[in-house]
């Protein structure tokens, strides 16, 4: 399985991004994407987790009402809109997938499989 991400960019504070990330390869028709995030000198740490099946998703409570998540089950691709951006919220973001999950998870030790990251930079 692999993963490519992207959207990644420089924006202003209040500004909006998208990024993506699509799956290839051996997936299953029951999969768990989620979107985690790292700034400089922190940990990884969750941002939001869709199931690929029913659509559920849940959110780190920082990002709740600003991001939304969504998937397009064709094209094995999941999203993540990002609005009202905050510099807080600068970050390399990674897509992970969890091939044989059925309920989304905020840990990172439940997804096999990452993406390269994609910098999201937020000005002030």
């Known amino acids: 399985v692999q993963l490519q991400a992207s959207g990644g960019g420089l924006v202003q504070a209040g500004g909006s991004l998208r990024l993506s990330c699509a799956a290839s390869g051996r997936t299953s028709s029951s999969y768990v994407m989620g979107w985690f995030r790292q700034a400089p000198g922190k940990e990884r740490e969750f941002v939001s987790a869709?199931?690929?099946?029913?659509?559920?998703?849940i959110y780190e409570d920082t990002v709740k009402g600003r991001f939304t998540i969504s998937r397009d089950n064709v094209k094995n691709t999941v999203y993540l809109q990002m609005n009202s951006l905050k510099p807080e919220d600068t970050a390399v973001y990674y897509c992970?997938?969890?091939?044989?999950?059925?309920?989304?998870?905020?840990?990172?030790?439940?997804?096999?499989?990452w993406g390269q990251g994609t910098q999201v930079t937020v000005s002030s």
């Open positions: 992970a997938l969890d091939l044989s999950g059925q309920y989304a998870s905020r840990s990172r030790t439940a997804y096999e499989y």
């Open positions: 869709i199931v690929k099946r029913s659509g559920n998703t």
